[in-house]
């Protein structure tokens, strides 16, 4: 049956079913983790104590279950800004009010390994997605809260991680620093990895400004957490790390719950360590 979409500003049915991500209110927990990859979500879920498939539909791909009795949900964004935008705007509608970015990404800074966790407590917007939604000068930032859940739980897991500002692209070539087709390397991008290593920038992706962005204007909560699969420094890549990214995504939503329940006890509207004195 053809379904019968009630607007053209925001195509949804009358029972909230969204077009982009084909799910509706219910379908989803409050906290989502957003995987690129389509491929990586039953790889997430498989971490959890339940999961079922709730939608694929072009790049986004839903499950929806339980990680040690919290409800959390993964919903794929598809590669870069555009993309993870819709997926926000529609997570959001139906409910959902906390993203984790579980992705790959490149690091550009001596002493980080293939393998090894960046969390981005920022974002330099390289990208062109969040400008479409407020002035340049506007901050990319992560939630703390978030932020730090997932340094807990890195900890709480004892993998190698480090916590940096991440830079954002819309290209994984060029955008990138890396050479184009037949060489094309224009200067503006010849320069640009020393520029961001002078400036501590930690790595390279392709989803988290947009993702900050966003959640800060709506009033979200947003974090990430990447795996080092690109070596700029050495010039090595590999797929590591990806197992270890999920589970502290995971990790990080359920400690985020028991703050989150906390807060809700003593009437508080932000989680502080001296909270549990109280």
């Known amino acids: 049956m053809e379904m019968r979409f009630v607007s053209a500003d925001r195509p949804q049915t009358e029972e909230g079913y969204q077009y982009h991500i084909a799910c509706k209110p219910g379908d989803v927990a409050r906290y989502v983790l957003?995987?690129?990859?389509?491929?990586?979500?039953?790889?997430?879920?498989?971490?959890?104590?339940?999961?079922?498939?709730?939608?694929?539909?072009?790049?986004?791909?839903?499950?929806?279950?339980?990680?040690?009795?919290?409800?959390?949900?993964?919903?794929?964004?598809?590669?870069?800004?555009p993309?993870?935008?819709?997926?926000?705007?529609?997570?959001?509608?139906?409910?959902a009010d906390t993203f984790i970015r579980v992705g790959s990404t490149g690091a550009i800074q001596p002493g980080i390994e293939i393998g090894d966790l960046i969390i981005a407590?920022?974002?330099?917007?390289?990208?062109?997605?969040?400008?479409?939604?407020?002035?340049?000068?506007?901050p990319a930032s992560a939630d703390y809260e978030v932020t730090l859940a997932l340094i807990e739980a890195a900890e709480t897991l004892g993998v190698r991680y480090h916590v940096g500002i991440t830079a954002s692209t819309d290209s994984f070539y060029v955008g990138q620093a890396r050479p184009g087709l037949n060489g094309y390397f224009p200067s503006f991008a010849k320069h640009l990895i020393d520029d961001l290593r002078q400036a501590k920038v930690t790595n390279f992706e392709m989803e988290a400004a947009t993702l900050f962005t966003l959640a800060n204007i709506y009033g979200l909560r947003a974090g990430c957490v990447c795996a080092v699969f690109a070596n700029r420094v050495t010039n090595e890549f590999g797929k590591a790390g990806e197992k270890?990214?999920?589970?502290?995504?995971?990790?990080?939503?359920?400690?985020l719950a028991e703050w989150d329940e906390e807060k809700e006890k003593k009437g508080k509207k932000y989680w502080f360590p001296s909270l549990r004195k109280l």
Request: aromatic share 6%; net charge neutral; glycine share 8%.
């Open 244 to 255: 270890e990214a999920a589970l502290v995504a995971s990790e990080a939503v359920k400690i």
């Open 34 to 81: 957003l995987p690129g990859d389509p491929e990586r979500v039953p790889k997430i879920s498989a971490l959890w104590d339940e999961a079922k498939e709730i939608a694929f539909h072009r790049e986004y791909r839903t499950h929806t279950g339980k990680y040690k009795g919290v409800p959390i949900s993964v919903t794929s964004t598809g590669i870069g800004g």
């Open 121 to 138: 407590k920022a974002a330099v917007r390289l990208e062109g997605t969040s400008k479409q939604y407020v002035r340049v000068e506007y």
């Open 83 to 95: 993309s993870t935008a819709i997926a926000i705007e529609e997570l959001a509608a139906i409910g």
